[in-house]
Structure formats: structure tokens, C-alpha cells
């Protein structure tokens, strides 16, 4: 099966959203949506979301799912606002209540923030299947970068988030609280397993040098064959050292802070406080 796919990318965050759509029935599943958000005011826009849901309209869709490939740190999403404006379920991957678990913590969000993925409609495991419109989908659980990442596999497209990037860009970082550079690879091999002619769909590009556009389509044979970081039959051991390599050279994404605290709640923000005003909270040296 070869589901129509449509990309959007929002160059504040290099984050690239999808429309994943089954022609045949005009259902279709929003992947990875953006809510913009401009630190210094603390204000929030729909902008990005707006266009991704005009493109759905246009197209005469029917959502049946707003998928996140993993708690985001990098930017918040707009699933919510997605499914107010379009319908469907919200799903993520089952160990987002790890992801809770750790960042209820460093943020202090004491007992009345739930830690057990109630925030969401679906969670998904490894081996779960289910359907957009007439299209076979099944999830490969993808952790390393966080310990929610998922793979969706729809037909012949394979949506794997942060986990890898283009072939000359390479892999996720692994050194969020939970992240691990061994088992990163291990889910890379997982996807590395699917059908070579895959379409591999990656969730950020950074248009490293030498190559003049952005980019966010690649297959399985050609991240075999030319990724950076683990193609070309790296080890695991290499890979691990490369990786961790790199991660210490890394500064923490300038969104991370509210984007986490967001993202986990399945983009909601926090609770409004007894001003009836909603807070995000700075851990200092907390991350």
C-alpha cells in the first residue's frame, strides 16, 4: 500500500508535520503538528497548525488520527487544537508515562498531574496495529532518543520521528534524562529491517552543509547504505562512541522547557492557577 503523504515544514523548529492520507476512503492521520510559540512574549499561535488543517480541508479529509512520534523538546505540539478543529484520536507511545514519571519530577507537577498516559486516547506498543481508512499501520517501539519514541509504519512509509534524520545529517541525540546511544541503535536496527524500497519520512531537518534544500524523504536502502552515523555497517560500539561524541558537543533546544511540559500533557498547557492564569515552570539547573 502506498499512502499519499503530504509534508510541512516550519522552519522556526526545522520540524517537519505530515499528512498521511488513504485516497481511496479520504481518511487520513496528522503526524507531529506544530503550536507556534514565541518564548519571549510567552504567546502561542496557530499559525502552522492552521495551515496544516487548511491543507486537510482542502483535500476533502477526514481525520482519524493525531499521532506524536514521541514527547517533543523541541517544540510544542498542536494535536489538541488538531482534533478541536478536525476530529480524531490522539495516540503516542505507552512509555509516555516514563517520560511523566521523570519530567513530573523535575518540574515539580506534584499529585494532581497524572502520570499514566490518561492525557492521550491511544497508546501504542511495539507490534499494535491499526487503520487509517483502508491502510494497514503498525507500530515498532523506537526508544533511545526518549523512551516514547515510536515508528509508524504505514504501507510502504515509515514515520520515525527523531530517531534518525536524512543520511547526511544522521541520528537523534540520546542524552535527554531516559535516552540511552546503545539502545538508539538497536531501534535503528529495527527500522533498518523494514523492505528496502520503505519510504523512511524523519520529523526534523537541519540542511547540513553542502546540500542547498531541505530535505525529509529517504528510504531504507539509502540509510543503509550512506547515513553518517550508523550506515555503511557501523557497529554498535562505533556508533555509540559517535554519538556520544556528539551529544556532548549539543546545548539544550531553546524550547525545551515549555515544550516538555506541554508536550506531556498531550499539548495541553498546565492547569490555571487561582488567578485563573496558566504558568510554565523554569527548573534552574534542573536540566
Known amino acids: ?65 493525531v499521532l506524536e512520534t514521541h514527547v517533543h ?90 530517531t534518525m534524520f536524512m543520511p547526511d545529517f544522521g541520528s537523534a541525540r540520546a542524552d535527554f534524562p531516559g535516552g540511552s546511544a546503545g539502545t538508539l541503535y538497536d531501534s535503528i536496527q529495527k527500522i533498518l529491517a523494514l523492505p528496502k524500497d520503505t519510504r523512511i519520512f524523519v520529523g526534523h531537518d537541519y540542511k547540513p552543509s553542502g546540500r542547498s534544500e531541505f530535505a525529509w524523504e529517504t528510504t531504507v536502502a539509502e540509510q543503509i547504505e550512506n547515513n553518517v552515523h550508523f550506515g555503511a555497517g557501523t557497529s554498535r560500539e562505533e556508533f555509540v562512541r559517535i554519538r556520544e561524541e556528539r551529544d556532548r558537543e549539543l546545548g539544550m533546544p531553546k524550547l525545551i522547557v515549555p515544550s516538555l511540559q506541554i508536550n506531556m500533557r498531550a499539548g495541553r498547557m498546565p492547569e490555571v492557577d487561582d488567578s485563573g492564569k496558566t504558568f510554565l515552570k523554569v527548573p534552574v539547573n534542573g536540566l
Open 73 to 162: 523538546a523541541d517544540h510544542l505540539s498542536a494535536a489538541p487544537y488538531v482534533q478541536e478543529c478536525l476530529g480524531g484520536k490522539i495516540g503516542i507511545g505507552q512509555q509516555i508515562v516514563a517520560v511523566q514519571e521523570t519530567f513530573g519530577k523535575i518540574f515539580n507537577e506534584g499529585t494532581r498531574f497524572q502520570r499514566d498516559g490518561s492525557q492521550f486516547d491511544r497508546l501504542f506498543t511495539e507490534g499494535d496495529r491499526f487503520s487509517i481508512g483502508d491502510l494497514g499501520c503498525s507500530v515498532l517501539d523506537t526508544p533511545g532518543h526518549t523512551p516514547a519514541c515510536l515508528t509508524y509504519v504505514v504501507g510502504d512509509g515509515a514515520f520515525v520521528g527523531d
Open 1 to 65: 500500500m502506498h499512502p499519499e503523504v503530504k509534508a510541512q515544514f516550519d522552519s522556526a523548529t526545522n520540524t517537519v508535520s505530515y499528512i498521511v492520507a488513504d485516497t481511496g476512503t479520504g481518511r487520513c492521520a496528522v503526524i507531529d503538528s506544530v503550536l507556534d510559540f514565541d518564548y519571549a512574549s510567552g504567546r502561542t499561535s496557530t499559525r502552522s497548525a492552521d495551515l496544516l488543517i487548511g491543507k486537510v480541508r482542502d483535500a476533502g479529509l477526514k481525520v482519524e488520527w
